[in-house]
């Protein structure tokens, strides 16, 4: 008896934990391959043989967990061509009831 209430229990909190749906970030205009567009590799002042516009994407995101207070938004390259990771992007203490940064922000 004991085990059935503590199933009953842990599913009604897993399925209020997950009623709105899962968090998720979506790209919003990916080029035709599902990759950043030209305007949005890094431009030509950097080196590395680029000659993009160094432009930020367009992003958004749903269903934030319960509580959350601000969002943090990192763009880290893998494999970038200098042989050593690299974070491209940090955007900080983004508003909690934000839901979108438009393509092309800045700093300012």
């Not at 979506?26 to 590395?48: K, V």
């Not at 938004?73 to 909690?96: C, E, F, N, Q, S």
């Amino acid at each position: 008896m004991q085990t059935r209430i503590l199933s009953a229990v842990l599913l009604a909190f897993s399925t209020a934990a997950f009623a709105g749906g899962a968090f998720t970030l979506q790209f919003d205009n990916p080029s035709e391959d599902g990759g950043f567009t030209q305007n949005q590799l890094l431009s030509a002042p950097y080196g590395f043989g680029c000659s993009g516009g160094n432009a930020s994407p367009a992003l958004s995101w749903k269903n934030p967990p319960a509580g959350t207070k601000s969002f943090v938004l990192t763009v880290y390259d893998k494999d970038a061509p200098i042989g050593l990771d690299r974070m491209h992007w940090v955007v900080a203490d983004i508003p909690a009831d934000v839901r979108r940064l438009p393509a092309g922000i800045t700093a300012q």
